[in-house]
């Protein structure tokens, strides 16, 4: 492939990869080193939560990853460029912006703990002989509510938050992210306005505004009332259909959701692109070209661009999306939890040789820190083969620079 790698170029063939690291999810070296892992293995976005200590780290790999480009190459991934960071808002209570709490010293002594066992963050934690905390560690948890019902004495509970119109400003200016996230559900239309009041002073300064909405009664409807509302737009536009939001970790069943929701959005005809999220996982690709929800690509030198141009070196990106794409088909994929819980071993490796090196009183006083994944290569190159083993699902046909070798 010799033209240069740009996001826009991935949605309007239809091979778009974002990295959902999680609205509410605040741990930073998993963020840094999910953001590095999932840059190399050749992702268009990375999505964080709305916090600029969370954003600093995404940046921070961003850069990394950078430096790492010609060794990536040399492997064979697919990293051509920097990603799209986008940032995670909602207009109202929405699953994603909430976390888990409890008290623990209301626990009672004889509680088998399924909480623990059942987090995919985690992030609930017991005090012992490792351990000088107790209860849900803020940072870690990402909202998914597994907790909520599995508890005994039902001790646990959540506490959700709604991002405030003043942080539009100094997420955009400050922090320089390149796309927000609107999530959104049928009915919160006044609160949405409420929102994007605050946002349309800064759109012009983004490259793309996606609209996340799970299913519900009127969702065409409100769709249409939002496009309506933000348009103008000159920036890229995606619906993000979220099918079964958090889930993508569960099973395989939890992609149906995800799927079956595309499909109404894509024959609604809403200007933009649609892409999956909720639910995606190791089978969402293989069922979206099943139902031919993917474009068909053969792979070469010259591609199609979603209005049939050709698109060959090093082309200028056309951040305007008031033309939907003709063809009836699904954009891309952003996966979540099953992303993170795909990297969870590793980056569990990488905390145990970090203490390793804590430990060791010989360990070189120069490194950065030993919580990055850099530093340890053998790690990093595993993590990111883990990250593109997700990642090719999508562009697996495409033509690298560099081969992989055999």
Known sequence: MTQMYY??????????????????????PAVRNLTLSYTLAGADCIDVAADPAVIAAAKNALQV????????????????????????????????FRK???????????????CQKICPAQAIVFQNINESFSGVIDSSCYGCGRCLPICPSQLIYTR????????????????GVDALEIHTKVGHFRDFQRLWKAITPWVAQLKLLAISCPDGDGLIDYLWALYELITPLPCTLVWQTDGRPMSGDIGSGTTR????????????????????AGGTNNHTVSKLRATGLLPKRESGEIRQGCNGDQI????????????????PYVAGVAYGSYARVLMSPLLDKLEK?????????????????VEYLEEFPELLWQAVEKADSLVSQLKGNQQLLHPKPS
């Not at 709490?101 to 088998?112: G, I, R, Y």
Request: hydrophobic letters at 35%; proline letters at 11%; a negative charge.
């Open 312 to 327: 060959t070196q090093s082309p200028t990106p056309n951040f305007s999306s008031s033309v939907p794409n003709p063809q």
């Open 65 to 96: 990853a950078g430096e790492l480009a010609g060794a990536a190459q040399a492997r064979g991934f697919r990293f051509q460029g920097r990603p799209w960071l986008m940032v995670s808002l909602n207009d109202g209570e929405d699953v994603h």
């Open 100 to 114: 888990a709490e409890f008290d623990p010293d209301l626990c009672p002594p004889e509680c088998p703990r399924p």
């Open 257 to 276: 959701a995800a799927v079956k929701l595309s499909q109404v959005v894509l024959a609604a005809g809403l200007p933009g692109y649609i892409q999956l």
């Open 160 to 175: 959700s938050y709604v991002s405030t119109p003043e942080v539009i400003s100094e997420l955009i200016l400050q922090t």
């Open 7 to 28: 996001p826009l170029t991935s949605l309007r063939e239809g091979n778009w990869f974002k990295l959902i690291c999680g609205a509410s999810f605040q741990n930073l």
């Open 353 to 369: 040789l970090n203490g390793e090196v804590v430990d060791d009183p010989l360990a070189s006083s120069q490194r950065p820190s």
